[in-house]
Structure formats: C-alpha cells, structure tokens
C-alpha cells in the first residue's frame, strides 16, 4: 500500500464520523474500535474493520480462523455481490497472486456449505469451471484468486493461501 493510498483512507475516514460527536466520542470512534493489531481498515459501508494476512507456508486452514478470532474477529464472510466488489476493489491494492481464503467450508459428503457457525452459506460467486470434484481429503473451502478476477474456487485441504479476516463493529 503507498503512504498515498494510507493518508487518503486516514482523511476519508475522519470525514466520515458523525459531526454531534464530542471530542470524547472521537476517542472511541469507528475506526479506533478496529482491532489493535496493524493493517485493519474500516469499512464504513460494511461497518467492519478487515485485513489481508499474506500467505504464510507454517499456516494450515485451521489456523486462519484462530488467528482472524485472536485478533478479535473472524475468518471474513462474504455474503452480498456488494460485499465481495468491495473486497476486489480492496485486494486491487496489493499484489497477492496465492489463493486467498475467505469463511465457508463444505464436508465432501455432503451438500451444504457452511460458515463456522454451522450456518448453510446461499451467496457464491464461483468461476464458471468450478465447484469442481475434488478428492483431497474429507474438506473442502471457499478461496479465490487474482487470476481468476477473484470468482470463488473450492479449494481442497491441503491448498495454502492468504486469508482475509474482518471484525463487525457493534
Ligand atoms: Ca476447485
């Protein structure tokens, strides 16, 4: 990211806070709730604070999750076309050619996809070859790539990337 692009989201970001606030209330103000650890940006339309980690090779899937909820948020879902033009215009910043991991997993042996929760997902923005069949393993997750102009792959278990992790503001 260029010290541009950073001092550009700063004043765009102090713009957007409420004018009644005191100068109390500035202290805790939106993007001052994002989680302490460096890089997380404030969403004003998603009212969330996200951040891409870079592929890291000592990472397994299950990694991505704990460390998204170590730094107080979650493995990033995307649920709306809006939402996931929004990331791409994100991810436009930067020049992340590995997969990139986002929220959602689905058993071979069964239909559904689902969040961590549990929760069946209904938004997918796969590429037109996939979901493809896949044998790696009992698991498969959603992941999407530069290349690929970031429609969805389902990804096998044993595929690395960067992940994406946002915290909702309440
Ligand atoms: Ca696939």
């Given at each position: 990211m260029s010290p541009g692009l950073v001092n550009s989201r700063l004043v765009h970001k102090k713009q957007t806070c409420p004018q009644v606030w005191s100068e109390a209330d500035m202290s805790t103000s939106l993007h001052a709730r994002?989680?302490?650890?460096?890089d997380y940006v404030f969403s004003k339309v998603f009212n969330s604070c996200y951040k891409v980690h870079s592929y890291d090779n000592?990472?397994?899937?299950?990694n991505y999750s704990q460390i998204c909820e170590l730094e107080g948020?979650?493995?990033?879902?995307?649920?709306s076309d809006e939402k996931q033009q929004h990331i791409v215009k994100f991810l436009g910043q930067f020049e992340i050619s590995d997969w990139i991991v986002i929220q959602g997993t689905h058993l071979i042996s069964e239909t559904p996809w689902r969040y961590n929760d549990g929760s069946v997902i209904s938004y997918f923005n796969w590429?037109?070859?996939?979901?493809d069949a896949s044998v790696f393993g009992l698991l498969e997750y959603l992941c999407m790539k530069k290349s690929e102009l970031y429609q969805w792959n389902d990804c096998w278990g044993t595929m690395k990337g960067a992940f994406l992790c946002e915290k909702e503001i309440e």
């Open positions: 994002c989680p302490d650890a460096a000592t990472l397994v899937y299950d948020g979650e493995l990033m879902k995307i649920d590429h037109p070859t996939q979901p």
